[in-house]
């Protein structure tokens, strides 16, 4: 029986510029835990933080003067919680990581993700590497006991 070879051509230019998707650079997050949890289109470290509590703001529907980032959240919803913020409550939807239900992010609105105008990532929750705690993970543990040395 005949060999059936393929005919193909490779075009490749140097002189090309490089197009938006093939620049554009998809970062991704994970728990303490290891799991995988956030892949998003720019670094959290870029990223806005709310004032109230240290969260990373991700802007999640387009305004007229911002565009949504473009992201998706693995993570398990859980029941709202209300917090007491200075001068009243908050509440809060959070989504815990599905494989330790660690605490990850929130949003001001009921389920699914994007549903509200911005989703939190909690302060010290994500990694970009696979199992290392995030440098930021226990820095309120640290101001706690050095408040409880003091007294």
């Given at each position: 029986?005949?060999?059936?070879v393929s005919r193909s051509a490779v075009s490749s230019s140097t002189d090309a510029r490089p197009t938006a998707s093939s620049t554009a650079a998809l970062r991704v997050y994970y728990c303490i835990c290891g799991e995988f949890i956030l892949v998003i289109d720019?670094?959290?470290?870029?990223?806005?933080?709310?004032?109230?509590?240290?969260?990373?703001?991700?802007?999640?529907?387009?305004?007229?003067?911002?565009?949504?980032?473009?992201?998706?959240?693995?993570?398990?919803?859980?029941?709202?919680?209300?917090?007491?913020?200075?001068?009243?409550?908050?509440?809060?939807?959070?989504?815990?990581?599905?494989?330790?239900?660690?605490?990850?992010?929130?949003?001001?609105?009921?389920?699914?993700?994007?549903?509200?105008?911005?989703?939190?990532?909690?302060?010290?929750?994500?990694?970009?590497?696979?199992?290392?705690?995030?440098?930021?993970?226990?820095?309120?543990?640290?101001?706690?006991?050095?408040?409880?040395?003091?007294?």
């Amino acid at each position: 029986m005949p060999k059936v070879v393929s005919r193909s051509a490779v075009s490749s230019s140097t002189d090309a510029r490089p197009t938006a998707s093939s620049t554009a650079a998809l970062r991704v997050y994970y728990c303490i835990c290891g799991e995988f949890i956030l892949v998003i289109d720019k670094s959290l470290a870029a990223l806005p933080r709310r004032q109230t509590d240290g969260a990373i703001v991700i802007r999640c529907q387009d305004t007229e003067n911002a565009k949504a980032r473009i992201f998706k959240l693995n993570a398990t919803p859980k029941d709202p919680i209300l917090v007491e913020r200075q001068g009243g409550h908050e509440k809060q939807y959070r989504f815990h990581c599905p494989r330790c239900a660690l605490p990850v992010a929130y949003q001001s609105t009921p389920p699914p993700v994007k549903s509200g105008p911005f989703l939190y990532i909690f302060k010290g929750a994500l990694s970009q590497i696979q199992g290392q705690v995030p440098p930021d993970a226990f820095e309120d543990e640290k101001l706690l006991a050095d408040s409880n040395n003091i007294a």
